[in-house]
């Protein structure tokens, strides 16, 4: 709902062309690729083997050192203030970038056994990241006024649905959390999440 949410708001508020044009800024997508797809995994994993990290523990961190910039970002970036427009090109182009290198990546650098399926990543892509402002745009373009009055409201829903993810999430988890504090690995979820 969350996801859903705020891609039908950004689609309401923008269109094709809003989206398309921070990809001609081809300096920033270079670098933001490369961060993505080489520098922050191997960061990540770096860091998972000098703290050595146990496997419960690494699986998971690792997993979001590759599949860092997620569509929760172009959301972050809806908090911020930021260009959303740029986010979600951005995490259009990352998500596809991240299809390709992920598996790449779980062969080399996950623990053995591990197998992360390449339709999962793009049913994400699909389903989570392009179909929801594309919903939003088709209505824009079909009912301009209806948008204008309409996105408005479906940011208050996906602001109130991200709370309650956020609290389901961690009440949930508590203990999961609790085992991490204890286990001293909480500067390393920091740093993981933070890139």
Same mark, same amino acid.
């Given at each position: 709902?969350? !996801?859903?949410?705020?891609?039908? @708001?950004?689609?309401?508020s !923008?269109? !094709?062309?809003?989206?398309?044009a ?7 997508? =270079? ?16 860091? *998972? ?12 961190? /690792?997993? *979001? ?19 959303v427009a ?13 299809? !390709? &290198?992920? %598996?790449?990546?779980?062969? /080399?650098l +996950? ?6 399926? /390449? @339709?999962?990543?793009? #049913? ?8 929801? %402002? =594309? &919903?939003?745009?088709?209505v824009?373009w079909?009912?301009? #006024? ?5 996105? %408005?409201?479906v940011?208050i ?5 991200l +709370?309650?993810?956020?609290a389901?999430v *961690? #009440? ?11 286990a @001293?690995?909480?500067? +390393? ?6 890139f």
């Open positions: 709902l969350t !996801l859903w949410s705020t891609g039908i @708001g950004i689609g309401m !923008l269109g !094709l062309r809003d989206v398309l921070p990809l001609r800024q081809t300096g920033l997508v =270079t670098r933001v690729v490369v961060l993505d797809v080489a520098v922050v995994p191997l960061l990540v994993w770096a860091l *998972v083997e000098l703290l050595s990290i146990p496997d419960e523990y690494a699986i998971g961190l /690792l997993l *979001v050192g590759f599949a860092s910039a997620g569509p929760l970002g172009i959301k972050a970036a809806q908090i911020a203030g930021a260009d740029c986010a979600v090109s951005l995490v259009v182009v990352l998500e596809a970038a991240n299809a !390709l &290198v992920i %598996p790449l990546w779980v062969g /080399l +996950m623990p053995s056994g591990v197998d992360v399926p /390449l @339709g999962g990543l793009l #049913g994400t892509l699909t389903v989570l990241v392009l179909l929801p %402002p =594309t &919903v939003g745009m088709l824009r079909r009912s301009p #006024g209806s948008a204008r009055r309409w996105a %408005p409201r940011v829903v996906s602001n109130m649905s +709370m309650v993810v956020i389901l *961690v #009440g949930q988890n508590v203990s999961t959390l609790a085992d991490a504090f204890a @001293g690995i909480v500067p +390393m979820i920091v740093v993981t999440v933070g």
